[in-house]
């Protein structure tokens, strides 16, 4: 299939670009700096995410986008922006398919409550985890055939297993209550989403 990644670099970007190589897919990484992208086989463009006439540059002639985009620490709301020009640039492309790396914040923990408003949510990530929910409200508002991939509440490099369990808006915990999963297998439950879409128009999530 024929994708555009944009924030092809960042931890969780690295991982779906190697994923989706290793499968054969034939992809354009867009980063700001191009020379951070080492994979092989890969049409590197530098560009900006936040900048809709770039964002349509890029995805023209795509079958898919796929936005692993991580805003600076010290400007959370960035993502914000980007997901509106990515929206407007992908219309401009006329790519309808889209699937996002989201945050964990707006999984639920209990009926009703989701994990940013839990008592004990970290405060220095709760910016981070509001401005990914926003993101979700973008999402929905748009004519794009979206998938927002939820992590677990901790993601980090680690191994690629394959195995992990899938969920929908609830966060996913194994049996001592932790919620984790490794970048490389976030990158195998995307990728998997991608060529055998099964939440078009959905939040889903997924953990060890």
Do not use: C
Request: proline share 4%.
């Amino acid at each position: 299939m024929k994708v555009v990644l944009f924030g092809a670099s960042g931890m969780i970007g690295s991982r779906i670009l190697q994923e989706l190589v290793s499968r054969g897919h034939q992809v354009t990484a867009v980063v700001r700096n191009p020379e951070k992208v080492t994979a092989t086989g890969v049409t590197v463009v530098k560009g900006d995410v936040t900048d809709a006439a770039s964002v349509a540059a890029a995805a023209h002639g795509a079958e898919a986008a796929i936005s692993a985009y991580a805003p600076p620490h010290t400007a959370v709301g960035t993502v914000l922006t980007a997901t509106r020009s990515l929206v407007a640039g992908l219309d401009t492309a006329g790519v309808k398919r889209v699937l996002v790396v989201g945050g964990a914040g707006s999984l639920e923990v209990a009926p009703g409550v989701q994990l940013v408003d839990a008592p004990d949510f970290p405060q220095e990530w709760k910016g981070i985890a509001l401005a990914h929910r926003d993101v979700l409200a973008i999402l929905k508002a748009s004519d794009l055939e979206w998938t927002y991939l939820s992590p677990a509440a901790f993601i980090q490099p680690g191994e690629r297993t394959g195995k992990f369990r899938l969920g929908g808006k609830q966060l996913v915990t194994d049996e001592k209550g932790e919620s984790r999963i490794s970048a490389e297998d976030y990158a195998v439950a995307l990728v998997d989403e991608l060529e055998s879409p099964k939440h078009v128009r959905q939040q889903f999530t997924l953990g060890y």
